[in-house]
């Protein structure tokens, strides 16, 4: 059962490396941090009342805003 909950893992410093190139609007750092979330994703957009497309979209494009906009520390 803990399979099916399973994704992939990262290191944080990974992740902050890739955060901070998906803040310098790096197209395929988007892709990498979009993949590493997308069975979160997934998951959020069943609990959103409009088509399942439109959610998952609009979960990327709030996501990648809100990296975007957001300075780590």
Do not use: C, G, W
Not at 25 to 49: E, G, P, R, T, W
């Amino acid at each position: 059962m803990e399979e099916e909950n399973a994704s992939e893992t990262i290191a944080d410093s990974e992740l902050l490396r890739l955060i901070h190139i998906v803040q310098k609007k790096d197209s395929q750092a988007m892709l990498q941090l979009i993949d590493l979330f997308k069975n979160d994703i997934l998951h959020v957009s069943k609990f959103i009342y409009s088509p399942q497309e439109d959610a998952i979209s609009q979960i990327i494009v709030e996501f990648l805003e809100y990296i975007q906009l957001n300075e780590l520390e």
